[in-house]
């Protein structure tokens, strides 16, 4: 069991640009959730999966945002015409169905958008 | 609706002093858990320890305690002989209706040699 994967660590893209960030749960994991961090702040929720269904999406989450997580294991999130206020740590986690043992977090994907 | 609040935004202490952080849970649920996330220097979130509501009995892990009071729904984490390797933010996070958790804004501890 290697943990929650992201990637990448550092994403540097232009201002209007797409990009996309991939999330390996733990394989076990049934659920598995997108969080946003900026300095200075705590993780502020975006999204989450149990398997393959989204079953909760954040007001935060734009239509600029959308994530996917197909036949319910890696997930992805797509960031479309970026822009400044998009920069931020992107942080997965996932957990078994239940979650009451806390999150496995990843080291996040570093987004700066210039 | 609920609301996490970690009221000290910074606290600083020297070594093998003692450390207590604060937060504030206010929920219109009879039953609720919470849990608690270390974010050190390095950035990974770290899950500490889930506390329940229905249990007010200190919680004690080597040099971590957690205690909970129903009637101030306070869940104080207190750390003894803090080291620096401490140093870090600390997290209260409530799981709210499906599991999804919200994060306090975080309390950093500074512990200086």
Not at chain 1, 4 to 15: M, N
Not at chain 1, 73 to 97: H, K, N, V, W
Request: net charge neutral.
């Amino acid at each position: 069991d290697t943990g929650v994967s992201q990637d990448p660590r550092h994403k540097i893209t232009k201002r209007g640009q797409n990009v996309t960030f991939r999330c390996d749960p733990i394989s076990e994991h049934n659920r598995l959730y997108w969080y946003r961090q900026t300095l200075g702040q705590g993780p502020e929720f975006l999204t989450y999966f149990q398997n393959e269904a989204q079953l909760e999406k954040s007001r935060l989450l734009s239509d600029r945002f959308s994530a996917e997580r197909p036949k319910g294991s890696f997930s992805t999130l797509e960031i479309q015409r970026t822009e400044q206020g998009d920069s931020a740590m992107y942080l997965c986690a996932s957990s078994p169905t239940g979650g009451l043992n806390g999150y496995t977090f990843g080291s996040g994907t570093r987004l700066t958008v210039v | 609706a609920q609301k996490v609040t970690q009221a000290q935004t910074e606290i600083s202490v020297v070594e093998k002093e003692d450390v207590t952080l604060d937060c504030v849970y206010e929920t219109r649920d009879t039953t609720y858990y919470l849990f608690w996330y270390k974010q050190p220097p390095s950035g990974e979130l770290v899950f500490l320890i889930r506390r329940n509501s229905f249990d007010e009995q200190n919680e004690i892990s080597g040099r971590y305690s957690w205690n909970f009071q129903k009637s101030t729904s306070s869940f104080n984490f207190t750390i003894t002989a803090s080291q620096v390797v401490d140093s870090a933010v600390y997290f209260c996070a409530p799981p709210t209706g499906g599991f999804k958790t919200i994060f306090g804004a975080g309390t950093r501890l500074f512990v200086k040699a």
